[in-house]
């Protein structure tokens, strides 16, 4: 049998793992979180979702058990994210308004799952068996200070991943359903302390994600749970854990599923779409060309530890890591479904075998990652900064053009907070690529502080000098004033006709539409007023105000149409009785 200095890959010192002082570490992931949640309106992908916790927190109890958008059911996924939404617009939406109350609990719920990856990797660390080796002289790091660095790299690696930034910065179920799989993690890794306290964490994990994802993906949890439960570093505790670990795990989403069961309609839509079928080969082209991007630069580290502690393959790290890995594989596999779902599930498993990968690189390789970094976001940056001086000035001419084409009719305004802000973290970004080059730390979160730094300029640039033109391409605010401005406020029945989810939540919010729940049959209730669209109506065009349209064998006349920059060619109608 080979030696554990045979098949340990890492050879480090003291120096290797200095720590990153924690006043940079909380101010890069305030700049991390917060751009994308503030100075914007509500934006399609995001506007189911929003729109079921705002009916949830507006509604009866029973919305709190049926997921819906003012009456529409939805059914993709639990209702967990929603719940937390609806009750951080309970609690703040009075003084902060209910989209502002909706992305507070985002932001909660993102610095919640820094947290918990941290606090996951750290507890893997400091465990004897992934110990760098003993060097002849002395002078390696103490566990403690190991454990630190791992998960030091784990947050930075989380920061810098752009699936993850691009699905937990809006009021969509992204940043609830990686932060259960977070808490999922922290519990399983504190559990190989015999901490009595695992198993809860480990169970309210298990609910949540029960609550949170497909059913079939939470399935998968289940039987991974069960796995790790009976492997050899748990195998001591598991009766003293799986009792309670299955019991809040299993116990509370069948609670849901039983209570929302009685509601026969809700439910069998709701089981319709928990299915299984082979992935399409369009579906497969799918995935592949976006698993690489969304999970850049976790993939490539993730390889390099699995090769260079396949020896070891099965200490706690590596099975963690792999069987978060093969579960969401095998979902996407058996249903080929809710591909924005699975790729994010991809990324708990990564983030645990990145950080140990990155300790294992040499200086020349982990060189690699910064230079890449290094020209990537000073790119993306000068193009941010391209485009908003083309906004003002008009040139250069081709930016000028991209952004007529792309956003008609905006109008450049000038505010003086975004603009400083835009302009500190640009000036931060030098200052950290001066010290990059200059110090040449040997610490070993180095390697991914450009790429983490990086990243979060680039957010914060578009969240400030970009985003008026993204929101005017994708706020759905000036359609619902403008439709609010034309419906009377005396209005108490509008029914929704083949209308999308995002739009109806969107109207629900910004003009106070009363829909009608959509189980009610168009003959039992006749309201004055129908929301619909022009391809529901089969309309090549947007119709003139006042002319008359013939349906459901009754006249009615057009009294409101508005559309987004981005859906010049999905045009909403208002239908007013003749």
Known sequence: MKSNQTTNPLRLNQQDTSRLPYRYFILLAIAYILPGLIWRGLWRQEAESFGVMLTMAQGANIDWLLPNVAGAYVFDNGPLPYWIGGIFIKIFGG???AFSAAQLAIFCQDALSMVLLWQAVFRLGILPDLQPQRLAFGGEPAPHDYGHMLADSAVLLFIATLGIAAHTHDTSNGATQLMVCMLWLFGA????????????????????????????????????????????????????????????????????VTNMSQYGEFYANWLSIQHFAPISKANVGFFLRNIFVFTWPLWPLAIVCIWRWRAQWSNPMMLLGILLILMPTLHLA????????????FT?????????????????????????????????AAAIWMLWEAAWLG?????????????????????????????????????????????????IWKSVMLS?????????????????????????EKVGKSLASKLPTQTTCVRAY????????????????PFIPNQ???????????????????????????????FMERTWRVAWSGERVSERKKSLILLRID
């Not at 505790?237 to 069948?254: D, K, R, T, Y």
């Not at 058996?334 to 599930?345: D, H, N, W």
């Not at 645990?352 to 690699?368: D, S, V």
Request: aromatic content about 16%.
């Open 395 to 443: 040139y250069p001419t081709f930016a000028k053009n991209i952004i007529d084409k792309f956003a008609p009719n905006f109008t450049p305004t000038f505010k003086w907070l975004p603009f400083l802000f835009a302009s500190i973290v640009s000036f931060a970004w030098a200052f950290l690529l001066h010290w990059r080059i200059r110090f040449e730390p040997r610490a």
């Open 95 to 97: 003084f902060l308004g």
């Open 348 to 380: 708990p498993g990564l983030l645990i075998l990145a950080p140990f990968g990155l300790a294992t690189l040499n200086r020349g390789r982990a060189n690699i990652i910064d230079w890449f970094s290094l020209i990537t976001f000073s790119l993306l």
């Open 334 to 345: 058996l249903t080929g479904q809710r591909f924005v779902t699975t790729l994010l599930i």
């Open 498 to 513: 083949k209308l999308p989810n995002e739009a109806r939540a969107a109207m629900y919010y910004y003009a106070n539409v």
């Open 452 to 476: 983490s730094g990086g990243l979060v300029m680039v957010w914060v640039l578009l969240a400030t000098l970009a985003m008026p033109f993204v929101d005017h391409t994708r706020s759905y």
């Open 189 to 256: 890794t504190r559990a190989l302390g015999a901490s009595n306290s695992a198993r809860w964490f480990w169970g309210l994990g298990l609910a949540g994600i029960g609550l949170s994802v497909p059913f079939a993906l939470y399935i998968g949890f289940v039987l991974i749970t069960l796995a790790v439960l009976f492997f050899t570093h748990w195998r001591e505790q598991s009766l003293h854990n799986m009792p309670l670990v299955l019991l809040l795990g299993a116990g509370l989403p069948l609670t849901w």
């Open 520 to 550: 009610s049959a168009f003959t039992h209730v006749q309201c004055p007023y129908i929301l619909t669209t022009n391809q529901a109506l089969n309309l090549p065009k947007i119709p003139d105000a006042n002319i008359k349209i013939t």
